[in-house]
């Protein structure tokens, strides 16, 4: 089975500064996807990032950007000129495909990281 | 486009009262699934389908049952509340395609006393 580390229970920036989530996991697999997902206090789920586990190059979305280190197994996300708005968790998400496609949905999630960026 | 849209957003049950956590998308998603975040555990999977008909259970799957007659519709059934089910439910949904994200309802609050 998969599994997603967030060691980062709480974290804390200040505006304008930058901050990196860390995210680890364990798999045997090696075609699969990453995610970052971002929980506002509304509750909503938002995509942050992507990342293919056989592309080398780290993805970058504006101020997200990913270092990915697949045979360290790390994911960790860079939050580069904080806002405000980016107060909110941060879920670190894997997912992976068999042959059946019977593993198709099944998102598994760190525990989350709560950021709060301080004016 | 309304996309995954969950009710009721907030729920309070007693004890041993059964209701059911409507689902409903409109992107013609295969796969939905739906989650429940507790603190500190992150979300985790409790049933999911990969298409009408077709169902199988997640992690945490005792005590809920699902059911999926159409592409837009995922109800999750609670057949007798218990305070453990105290939660934040997601319904979620995507297409069949490698790495394809998924997209999120908001969440219902339920409470069970």
């Known amino acids: 089975a998969q599994t997603v580390t967030q060691s980062q229970p709480e974290m804390s920036v200040q505006e304008a500064e930058t901050v990196t989530l860390s995210c680890t996991y364990d798999t045997s697999e090696s075609n699969y996807y990453l995610f970052w997902y971002k929980q506002p206090p509304s509750r909503q789920m938002i995509l942050v990032i992507r990342?293919?586990?056989?592309?080398?190059q780290n993805a970058t979305e504006n101020r997200f950007s990913v270092n990915f280190q697949k045979a360290a197994k790390s994911f960790s996300l860079k939050i580069s000129d904080s806002q405000l708005g980016d107060t909110a968790m941060y879920f670190c998400a894997f997912i992976y495909s068999n042959a059946g496609g019977t593993s198709y949905g099944k998102l598994t999630f760190g525990q989350g990281t709560i950021l709060t960026v301080h004016p | 486009n309304a996309g995954v849209t969950q009710t009721p957003k907030f729920q309070v049950l007693k004890t041993g009262q059964s209701m059911t956590l409507q689902c409903a998308q409109d992107?013609?998603?295969?796969?939905m699934s739906w989650y429940r975040q507790d603190p500190g555990m992150g979300l985790r999977l409790i049933h999911y389908?990969?298409?009408?008909?077709?169902?199988d259970q997640g992690e945490v799957p005792n005590g809920y049952n699902v059911s999926r007659s159409t592409t837009e519709d995922f109800p999750l059934r609670l057949l007798s509340a218990a305070p453990s089910q105290t939660s934040v439910y997601f319904c979620?949904?995507?297409?069949?395609?490698?790495?394809?994200?998924?997209?999120f309802g908001n969440g219902t609050r339920l409470t069970v006393t």
């Open positions: 990342q293919e586990a056989y592309k080398q």
């Open positions: 979620a949904s995507r297409t069949r395609d490698r790495g394809s994200p998924l997209h």
């Open positions: 389908s990969v298409g009408a008909g077709i169902t």
């Open positions: 992107m013609n998603h295969e796969y």
